[in-house]
C-alpha cells in the first residue's frame, strides 16, 4: 500500500511542512465508526488530488483499535518516522484524575481526558514513548461521548480539565476540528475550565475559535537549544511566542509553561535568554498573561525504564536522575536552582499569585 501523504500545515509554513508532517502510512478504521461524520471528515482531509483526479482512500477496517495499537514487540523508533493512523471509537475512561506529576494549578476537581493518543509532534523526553506500546497516532472520533461525560460530572461540581496531554490537539486542528469543539463547549458550560497544552505555532487558528475565558490556551516555552535538540518537529521558540502573543492580542487566555525545564550545558544562559526573548515579544508587559508554570522535568519510574529502552542514547533522559517515590526528578539541589532562577527573573512581572510550581 503506498504512503498517504498527511499534509497538515502544522507550523502553517509551507518550507517547513514536509519536515513537520509525517506521512501517515497506512489508515486504520474500526468498523463501528466507520460511517461516523467525522470518520468521514478526517478520511476527506487524506482525500488527494492527482492530475485533476480524486485519489481513492486506501483504509483498512479493523475491529478494535487495540488489534493494532497493542500489538506485541512494536518498533516505536520506527513507527514514529511514519506512523499509522488509526480511527477507533473511545468506549470507556472518558475522563481520568489528574497526574500527581502534572501541575494541578490549585484547581480542585483536575481532570484529564485523552481525545487523541501520540503526538504528530516528537519530544525525546515524551511520557507517551513509556506509556504506549506503539508510536501510531489513535483518534478516537466519537468526540460527543466525551463532551457527554464532562457534562455528567459539571452536574456535581465544576471542572478543571486538560484537553491536550496525550497529544498536541492544536497541531491536530485540521484534521480532527477538536480545538474548535472544546472551545465551544467552554464558552457554553459555566463552571468549566478548561487547558490545551501546545508546542504549536499556527497563527492561522485564532481565526477559526472564539476567545472565552473559560479556555486557556497554554504554551510550553523552551529555549531555543532544548527545541532544537529535543522536541523535534515542534514550532521554534519565536514562532510559539508569535502564536502566544496573537492569542493574547486576539482575547484569548494565554498560559505560558516553562515546564518541563530541562538541564542542559549552560543552562542558566540558555533559560535566561530565553526569558529576555519572552519579555522582549510581549512588550515587558507579562501581567496580562492568564498565569505562568515553572517545572522541572520529572517522570514516573516505570516510564521511564520504558522510555530509556526506545531513547537509548538520550542525554537527557540518562541523567541520573533522583527517584523520590516513585518519581523520577533532578536531584533537589539542582532541581531548587533551576527553577529558583526563573522564579527570580519572573517574579517582579507577575503578581505572585500568577506563578505556579509543580507539587
Ligand atoms: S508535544 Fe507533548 S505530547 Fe507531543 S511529543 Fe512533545 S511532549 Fe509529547
Redesign the pocket.
Known amino acids: 500500500m503506498g504512503k498517504i501523504k498527511a499534509e497538515v500545515i502544522v507550523k502553517g509554513k509551507v518550507d517547513r511542512m514536509q519536515k513537520m508532517s509525517p506521512p501517515f502510512s497506512h489508515i486504520y478504521v474500526e468498523k463501528e465508526i466507520i460511517a461516523h461524520p467525522r470518520t468521514e471528515k478526517i478520511l476527506d482531509f487524506f482525500c488527494h488530488e492527482e492530475e485533476g483526479r480524486k485519489q481513492e482512500r486506501h483504509i483498512i477496517e479493523i475491529t478494535h483499535y487495540k488489534d493494532v495499537f497493542c500489538r506485541k514487540r512494536q518498533d516505536i523508533s520506527l513507527q514514529k518516522q511514519a506512523p499509522a493512523l488509526i480511527l477507533a471509537k473511545k468506549r470507556d475512561h472518558f475522563l481520568y484524575s489528574g497526574s500527581p506529576v502534572c501541575q494541578n494549578f490549585d484547581e480542585k476537581h483536575f481532570y484529564y481526558t485523552s481525545c487523541v493518543m501520540n503526538?504528530l509532534?516528537?519530544?525525546e523526553y515524551?511520557y507517551?514513548q513509556g506509556m504506549y506500546p506503539s508510536g501510531n497516532l489513535v483518534i478516537f472520533v466519537n468526540l460527543e461521548d466525551t463532551l457527554l461525560a464532562v457534562e455528567q460530572m459539571l452536574k456535581k461540581h465544576e471542572v478543571y480539565l486538560c484537553i491536550s496531554y496525550?497529544?498536541?490537539l492544536m497541531a491536530l486542528e485540521n484534521i480532527t476540528g477538536f480545538v474548535k469543539e472544546w472551545s465551544e463547549f467552554a464558552g457554553n458550560h459555566k463552571n468549566v475550565k478548561i487547558e490545551c497544552r501546545t508546542?504549536c505555532g499556527r497563527r492561522d487558528l485564532w481565526k477559526a475559535l472564539s476567545p472565552n475565558e473559560n479556555m486557556i490556551f497554554a504554551f510550553t516555552i523552551s529555549p531555543e537549544e532544548v527545541v532544537e535538540k529535543f522536541?523535534h518537529r515542534?514550532a521554534s521558540l519565536e514562532d510559539r511566542l508569535s502564536c502566544a502573543t496573537e492569542a493574547l492580542r486576539l482575547g484569548f487566555p494565554v498560559r505560558l509553561c516553562f515546564d518541563p525545564m530541562i538541564y542542559i550545558p549552560d543552562w542558566k544562559e540558555k533559560y535566561g535568554k530565553m526569558l529576555d526573548k519572552v519579555k522582549e515579544k510581549f512588550s515587558y508587559s507579562l501581567d496580562c498573561l492568564y498565569d505562568i508554570s515553572i517545572g522541572s522535568f520529572r517522570i514516573s519510574q516505570d516510564y521511564l525504564k520504558k522510555i530509556r529502552r526506545v531513547q537509548k542514547n538520550s542525554a537527557v533522559l540518562n541523567f541520573p536522575f533522583e527517584n523520590v517515590s516513585g518519581v523520577y526528578q533532578y536531584p533537589q539541589k539542582l532541581m531548587e536552582e533551576m527553577e529558583g532562577f526563573l522564579k527570580e527573573q519572573l517574579e517582579n512581572d507577575l503578581p505572585a499569585e500568577k506563578i505556579f510550581f509543580w507539587k
Do not use: A, V
Open positions: 503526538c509532534y516528537d519530544c515524551c507517551l496525550d497529544t498536541d508546542k522536541e515542534t
